[in-house]
């Protein structure tokens, strides 16, 4: 069954990427600074039912940290109200998930 509900927030993925490395001299086959891993993923609860606002909410939380984190983002799912209110989200509160 198709959900047509209107959110009451989002669910927002942001892809954090690897600082490069640099490899070894003696790898001469590899380039200079290359990704080891792939990009964590940190996501967020968001009490905004606009996506491109709870994307814009997200960044300016992630700005306001102790390390400021920047990667792609994009919106997961949507959150309905009872789901807000299960993790206690006040309007406009962003939270890691």
Not at 56 to 81: F, N, P
């Amino acid at each position: 069954m198709i959900d047509k509900s209107i959110p009451a927030g989002w669910v927002v993925q942001v892809a954090i990427p690897k600082k490069p490395e640099a490899t070894e001299v003696n790898a001469p086959w590899r380039p200079p600074v290359m990704l080891v891993s792939a990009p964590t993923f940190e996501y967020f609860n968001v009490a905004i039912a606009a996506a491109d606002k709870a994307m814009e909410a997200t960044t300016k939380h992630l700005a306001e940290g102790a390390e400021a984190k920047a990667g792609v983002m994009s919106v997961v799912r949507k959150l309905s109200s009872g789901e807000i209110a299960a993790l206690s989200l006040r309007a406009g509160e962003v939270k890691p998930a």
